[in-house]
């Protein structure tokens, strides 16, 4: 196929993971960012197999796990840096009920490779409170999701592929797909929560969900595992710990709440009474969407004009599959998954 020239607007995780992707494939990119992220780079960037409770597989888990490992190790080779981190998360289960679903499901063929069979040393497990016994998750890992935008930032403004600059809307031309007098053969949105302050896809409900977390350091919390339950405990190293996260939807305020502080701390206090210091609090804003899935697709009335959002708290395992197969879909008409295309919501509004 012959080269095309791609703009892509946001250079967060699904900016770059679609750069990368179709840089691979041959093609040119250009990309426009504000060098400024309040979600990618804040991420935790956890990676969990499990939806837990129901301790069901995440949605389309086999497919994305297998692309996303293979996607992270080729980038630390690329950004020549360490990104990739398997971790084991330790689920401490909240009911009987809970219980009950993990030792089923981990008997399932298709759950052994993500879920433990309950043993002794788990029932007994006493570093953190286990009123139910508890569980560890397999195949999970983390991003380092500071690094990974910035190391990204670095790479493609090294490779000439990225401007830092806010998207000037009034020097694109939607008709020709003109930016500042350079024509392109396709351009992507992927701005994130900025969304609804961008033109040409403000009538689609991507939320702006926001969340917090804290940094700890603590000399009686376990850095081997990652605990979970009511929140997340991510080991950083050297006694330092994330814990996450809080959910406001419609939120896009970039200030850190006493009310969010407390209820993290409320929350670590299900895991047990550790002694620990806060080192900061950090605050994000995702991009999600009502029925938890992404929006990939053509604009209903633009040609080559796309978008790629709404990646919501799953981003990290999503990104590297949905970046493919957008590519395929802006350059061989592969029809695209139906709980992720843009259709879903431009058929509600007689758009399509």
């Keep these: 196929m012959e080269s095309q020239h791609v703009l892509i607007i946001g250079a967060g995780l699904a900016g770059t993971s679609l750069a990368h992707e179709l840089l691979a494939r041959g093609h040119r990119v250009q990309m426009v960012d504000r060098g400024e992220n309040h979600s990618t780079a804040i991420a935790a960037g956890m990676v969990n197999p499990m939806v837990f409770r129901r301790m069901n597989k995440s949605w389309r888990l086999e497919e994305f796990m297998e692309d996303a490992t293979k996607f992270y190790q080729e980038m630390e080779k690329v950004l020549a840096h360490k990104l990739f981190h398997p971790i084991v998360i330790r689920r401490m289960l909240s009911s009987e009920q809970e219980r009950k679903y993990w030792i089923e499901r981990s008997k399932l063929p298709e759950f052994q490779d993500y879920l433990t069979e309950l043993n002794r040393e788990d029932d007994d497990y006493n570093l953190a409170k286990n009123s139910f016994g508890s569980g560890r998750l397999k195949a999970s890992f983390w991003i380092d999701a500071k690094s990974y935008y910035d190391r990204n930032q670095a790479y493609f403004a090294e490779n000439k592929c990225l401007t830092k600059e806010e998207f000037q809307a009034d020097e694109f031309n939607e008709n020709t797909l003109i930016y500042k ?161 843009i259709d879903r919501f431009y058929k509600k509004l007689n758009l399509r």
């Design 181 to 341: 007098g350079i024509s392109y053969d396709k351009v992507v949105f992927c701005v994130g929560y900025q969304q609804m302050n961008t033109p040409f896809f403000q009538d689609l409900p991507i939320q702006q969900t926001k969340g917090q977390t804290l940094r700890i350091r603590s000399e009686e919390i376990p850095e081997e595992e990652s605990l979970n339950r009511k929140c997340f405990v991510l080991p950083l190293g050297n006694q330092v710990f994330r814990i996450g996260a809080t959910y406001e939807w419609d939120n896009p305020d970039l200030t850190p709440t006493e009310a969010a502080k407390h209820e993290l701390v409320e929350h670590l206090s299900v895991l047990g009474n550790f002694h620990y210091e806060i080192i900061d609090q950090q605050v994000g804003v995702r991009p999600t969407v009502l029925d938890r899935r992404p929006i990939l697709g053509e604009h209903h009335a633009i040609k080559n004009m796309y978008l790629f959002n709404g990646l919501g708290t799953k981003g990290y395992l999503m990104a590297p599959t949905l970046a493919k197969e957008l590519c395929r879909h802006m350059f061989e008409g592969i029809p695209l998954d139906k709980e992720t295309s």
